[in-house]
């Protein structure tokens, strides 16, 4: 246990670091209060620096499916970094990791490392423009894709939860090229494609909204977007960079029939390291440099540590059985004055009486009872993400004593509050 407190460490982190955190979501503004500080993790639990023990369910935003420390994972990394931190150069390890996730997810001939979801998606955005030779993108209002300009435009997660969906800094030019549509309105896509659609390069969509929360794709929604554009002549961008994994050992979209023509994918391909992936067909991907016009680069993408994380991560997905917290407590559990929406392994806890479809409707929550709510879990030893904007995870290391505790803890909290 470390001899400052939480408390201690924030007073020092914000005299040199804006905030005092490096990313605006663990700042604790949308909660109140002051941050935990982490010193270590292992399987389902985190440890604090005024040496608290918490049952983690916010799990790195996702990234750990197979908890904190996995033994299989740090193995990798720690032979990796034997044998050497970085290269600039290419291993066999890169080679071994993208034919794991090609042979893992069918619509992809091939996938080029990268080393976050931003960049993921920046690189896929600017692949769908080289193709088309058109300028626009239509995404989703709340559907976060990392902290691109043009993807600063009616954006969630932690702007959602700073009070903002938009960022200085953003030139007007590039806010125009960006489209923006509600989440599951298929008829308001359908009448900016009649409209637009022969300058539309991509739709770009997470394929379940993780950002405004967790939000379910209403029927039919996506496939709507499969088929528009292919009628334009666009290409179809799912963002999985959450999702990928999180339901099966593969994609969502191959999970629910639907291939998009490129896919986006981040967090849990990385084993808890920075890693992430775009893949899609081959004469898609070959666009890329230095096969193609489009330029994409990066001296750490492909890092040895990472990838060798990653690919551990990968194999033990043949042999996981996928953590499934909706079938303890069905698909929209009905709460004290919440509702909490539920897929698989991921769920929000939204302060409103029905889980909402889109950013309008997750807006209507209760974002003060929210904050309460978190530092009573808190209190009760489990950690969920701090913002009512966010979606909490379940791991395999996660226990049923552990899913009871959750459950006990929501109850009392909603009592409370």
Known sequence: MSKFSNQEFFERAVRVIPGGVNSPVRSFRSVGGTPVFIERGAGSKIYTSDGRELIDFCLSWGALLFGHADPDIVGAVMKAAVDGTGFGAATEREVLFAEKICSMVPAMDQ?????????????????????????????????????????????????????????????????ADTLVAPYNDADAVKEIMAAHGDSIAAI???????????????????????????????????????????????????????????????????????????????????????????????TLSGNPLAVAA?????????????????????????????????????????????????????????????????????EQGIYLPPAQFEAAFVSTAHTEADVDALLCAVERALQAI
């Open 111 to 175: 996938v080029r490392c990268v080393n976050s979801g931003t960049e993921a998606v920046m690189t896929a955005i600017r692949l769908a423009r080289g193709m088309t030779g058109r300028d626009k993108i239509l995404k989703f209002d709340g559907c976060y894709h990392g902290h691109s300009d043009a993807m600063l435009v009616s954006a969630g997660s932690g702007l959602l939860s700073g009070g903002s969906s938009s960022s200085a800094g953003v030139p007007a030019a590039t806010a």
């Open 204 to 298: 770009i969509v997470e394929p379940i909204a993780a950002n405004m929360g967790l939000i379910r794709p209403k029927p039919g929604f996506l496939e709507t977007l499969r088929e528009l554009t292919r009628m334009h002549g666009a290409r179809l961008i799912f963002d999985e960079v959450i999702t990928g994994f999180r339901f099966g050992p593969t994609t969502y979209g191959t999970l629910c029939g639907i291939d998009a023509d490129l896919t986006c994918l981040g967090k849990i391909i990385g084993g808890g390291l920075p890693l992430a992936a775009v893949g899609g067909r081959k004469e898609i991907m070959e666009q890329l440099a230095p096969c193609g016009p489009v330029y994409q680069a990066g």
């Open 310 to 378: 990653g690919l551990a991560a990968l194999n033990k997905m043949d042999a996981a059985i996928f953590p499934n917290l909706e079938k303890q407590l069905g698909c929209a559990t009905a709460l004290r004055g919440a509702c909490a929406q539920i897929k698989d392994s991921a769920f929000t806890v939204f302060f409103r009486e029905e889980a909402p479809q889109n950013l309008a409707e997750a807006k209507e929550c209760d974002t003060e009872a929210y904050g309460r709510f978190f530092h009573s879990m808190l």
